[in-house]
């Protein structure tokens, strides 16, 4: 199968910076789609960025101009530079990949989801 594994997260000041990465592996074929969603406290999960094989990306507006995605494919990582954090950027940060695996019939597309990691933005 496949597993997505998150790093980068931790505890950081107003206006601070913060890299999140997130790398695939397993029985990989090519991965489509990689992105962020985040889960705030007390509310549903929501969509931080995504960033296509083609290279379109699609930002929250609430992150848009502060956050950044990008992604290695020679490596199956996707990246979040997030900078200018606010106290509201606080949340599980998970990772989502578009994933086509081999399997004995063929290819088959699946969506992953990494374990997430805490991003915490106080003074």
């Known amino acids: 199968q496949v597993q997505l594994v998150e790093s980068g997260g931790g505890l950081v000041q107003p206006g601070g910076s913060l890299s999140l990465s997130c790398a695939a592996s397993?029985?990989?074929?090519?991965?489509?789609?990689m992105g962020w969603f985040r889960r705030a406290p007390g509310k549903q999960r929501e969509l931080v960025a995504t960033?296509?094989?083609?290279?379109?990306?699609n930002y929250s507006d609430s992150v848009k101009g502060r956050f950044t995605i990008s992604r290695d494919d020679a490596k199956n990582t996707t990246y979040l530079q997030m900078d200018s954090l606010k106290v509201e950027d606080t949340a599980v940060y998970y990772c989502?990949?578009?994933?086509?695996?081999?399997?004995?019939?063929?290819?088959?597309?699946?969506?992953?989801w990494g374990q997430g990691t805490q991003v915490t933005v106080s003074s």
């Open positions: 989502n990949a578009e994933v086509i695996t081999f399997r004995a019939a063929g290819l088959l597309l699946d969506d992953y």
């Open positions: 397993g029985n990989i074929f090519s991965i489509n789609a």
């Open positions: 960033l296509t094989k083609e290279g379109t990306t």
